[in-house]
């Protein structure tokens, strides 16, 4: 269908061939490449933002000081560079929020998908993608004023911050449950209705069918869906800032208070460092550290989904 | 599970071995989903519960205020997000639809810059928003010297749901089936009149409903604002697209931010109103894909 010549079929009249070149459907297919190719210049832009500062940075603080120490204050006087703290913060913050919405998120999918009526789960999708509608601030706040205060009513023993990893890390974890459930749902639908009959056709029971035989067979798009998942949870940054607080020192007590990576952009970016600043050029090299690590693991993502995939005709 | 019933299906014939492991199972995917909409369900009755003395008409009526909390309101925050959100729905969805157009209409998927828009299309669609605050921060405020202004917000917003607009506008696109394409083209139309007078009309419900979910994702985003300068006391509302401005989720969080537990009630009917917002066009959004969602 595009604007290139086809190849004349032997005994085809003539008069079918086009007359004239048409400008205005070339012009159109410009302008919609155009449209196109700004997705390209964002990305360009991104890079172009981040590396300049990053590099004029490592200019001024040695590669080994960011990723060989574990003290960070590039706000302090003296400034430290050690990126550690970030890091093991994010890492934490994360890997409790993995911990609540994979489960809850694979199960959630798995019941939709394979025991759900039709009707239920017209009802419920749209449901939990309200749940992934609700702007991050409102978790943080959630976070901060009821979950907090709940978790050291009930439990006084984990001797809670008043912002601390673990209410922040567990409302990221509800923020990613709709992304888990619903990404995996669709790939467990995605799996032809011949395996589960064949499987049943064996004995299998329901459990037994959707456990060994739809899971794996959706494998590929249920991990792309949790890696997307890891990835949006490490980049969160308001449910963090606002829970689990700025303070950066190395703790690895998911009651303390820390600061992720996204959190402390958040906060130097948000007018405590003043312009050309080393502290101003340290927002741009966490940046950097963050988006390689989102893009890596996307990435991984769109590879396994690539390796792994099962195709069903 | 009444074993004694007929059986209907091979899963009923299938269950009889082992009732309760199987009862078991099912009840514990339940229980799961449950607990999710539990959260939601709490973090509502809470929220509301939380705000329900500061919902009044000072919250829209009158401008935020650092020292009296009890009458202050939300008024340049809610007109701040409505200029985003104009100018992102101007900016962001007529780009999104046309790329999308290309990409599923025209482009030759083993072209290697069509492969490369793909690839980062998806890409992008994974990055975190705070990261786009830095790009609003380094090419847009301060390299295009646009500064701390309204259209610095809606330019960083725009492209930050731009893969959003462009996936879903896709995924509408595609549902339209080709012999619809196929019968435009025997009939003499060009490629261009096809997609102008059959795709994109059937298609646009679709389209319409993606582009309403990307835009309630930009009504509830903070994070790149935070970057932008829009988190400083803003007592007026934006006078243009050159103006300062502030958001509503950026409101709140400065509320959140203060230790005064009147600016903690004060954050809560902020976010009701912000949650009303984003129910309404979530409801829009729904309504739209039930009602007109063709089945071909």
């Given at each position: 269908m595009s604007a290139q010549p086809r190849t004349t079929v032997p005994?085809?009249?003539?008069?079918?061939?086009?007359?004239?070149?048409r400008y205005g459907e070339s012009i159109i297919k410009v302008i919609l490449l155009a449209a196109a190719m700004v997705s390209v210049a964002t990305t360009i832009g991104i890079v172009i933002a981040l590396l300049e500062p990053t590099i004029e940075f490592f200019g001024s603080v040695s590669f080994g000081e960011f990723f060989g120490s574990t003290d960070w204050g590039p706000l302090f006087n003296p400034p430290a560079f050690g990126v550690w703290p970030l890091i093991v913060a994010t890492v934490e913050i994360t890997l409790i929020a993995v911990l609540v919405a994979v489960p809850l998120g694979l199960a959630s999918a798995i019941y939709l998908s394979e025991y759900a009526s039709h009707r239920t789960r017209k009802i419920f999708k749209p449901v939990l993608e309200v749940l992934a509608g609700v702007p991050t601030v409102v978790f943080g706040f959630f976070a901060l004023t009821f979950v907090t205060p709940l978790m050291k009513d009930l439990?006084?023993?984990?001797?809670?911050?008043?912002?601390?990893a673990l209410a922040a890390g567990l409302l990221v974890g509800v923020m990613i449950i709709p992304i888990v459930a619903s990404l995996s749902e669709d790939a467990m639908a995605a799996v032809p209705n011949g395996l589960r009959e064949g499987s049943y056709a064996l004995g299998a029971s329901k459990m037994l069918t959707s456990v060994r035989v739809v899971v794996p067979a959706a494998f590929s798009g249920i991990v792309a869906a949790v890696i997307l998942a890891i990835s949006r949870a490490a980049g969160e940054t308001m449910i963090v800032a606002i829970a689990g607080g700025f303070k950066s020192v190395f703790t690895l007590y998911p009651g303390d208070e820390m600061s992720t990576m996204a959190a402390f952009i958040a906060q130097a970016g948000s007018g405590d460092a003043s312009v050309g600043s080393i502290a101003y050029k340290t927002i741009f090299a966490v940046g950097s550290l963050l988006f390689v690590i989102t893009f890596a693991m996307n990435y991984l993502s769109a590879r396994m989904v690539q390796k792994y995939r099962e195709v069903y005709d | 599970m009444a074993i004694l019933s007929t059986p209907r299906s091979a899963v009923q014939l299938a269950s009889k071995g082992r009732p309760l492991k199987e009862h078991l199972f099912r009840v514990a995917l339940m229980a799961s989903l449950a607990i999710a909409l539990l959260f939601l369900a709490m973090l509502l009755v809470y929220v509301v519960e939380e705000g329900w003395p500061r919902l009044d008409s000072m919250l829209w009526e009158n401008q935020p205020s650092i020292r009296r909390p009890e009458t202050s309101g939300v008024r340049s925050g809610i007109f701040g997000t409505l200029w985003i959100i104009g100018l992102t729905a101007l900016m962001a969805l007529p780009t999104g639809i046309l790329a999308a157009i290309y990409l599923e209409e025209y482009a030759d998927r083993t072209k290697w810059y069509n492969k490369l828009i793909e690839l980062n299309i998806s890409n992008l669609a994974a990055v975190p928003s705070i990261v786009y605050g830095i790009l609003g921060l380094g090419i847009i405020a301060r390299w295009m010297q646009f500064g701390f202004t309204v259209m610095t917000g809606a330019v960083t917003i725009s492209l930050l749901v731009l893969p959003i607009v462009i996936i879903s506008a896709r995924e509408a696109i595609r549902a339209v089936p080709p012999s619809i394409r196929e019968g435009s083209l025997a009939l003499g139309a060009t490629q261009w009149q096809t997609i102008y007078r059959q795709v994109l009309p059937a298609s646009i419900p679709g389209i319409a409903t993606g582009s309403i979910l990307a835009l309630s994702r930009a009504i509830g985003e903070a994070a790149p604002f935070l970057m932008l300068g829009a988190a400083t006391l803003v007592r007026f509302n934006p006078e243009g697209v050159w103006s300062s401005f502030t958001v509503l989720p950026l409101q709140i969080y400065s509320f959140i931010s203060r230790p005064q537990e009147e600016f903690a009630v004060l954050a809560a009917a902020a976010i009701v109103i912000l949650l009303a917002i984003l129910l309404l066009m979530n409801s829009v959004a729904i309504w739209l894909r039930n009602r007109y969602q063709k089945r071909w």
């Open positions: 005994g085809a009249p003539a008069s079918l061939a086009r007359s004239r070149p439990f006084p023993f984990l001797e809670l911050d008043g912002k601390n | -």
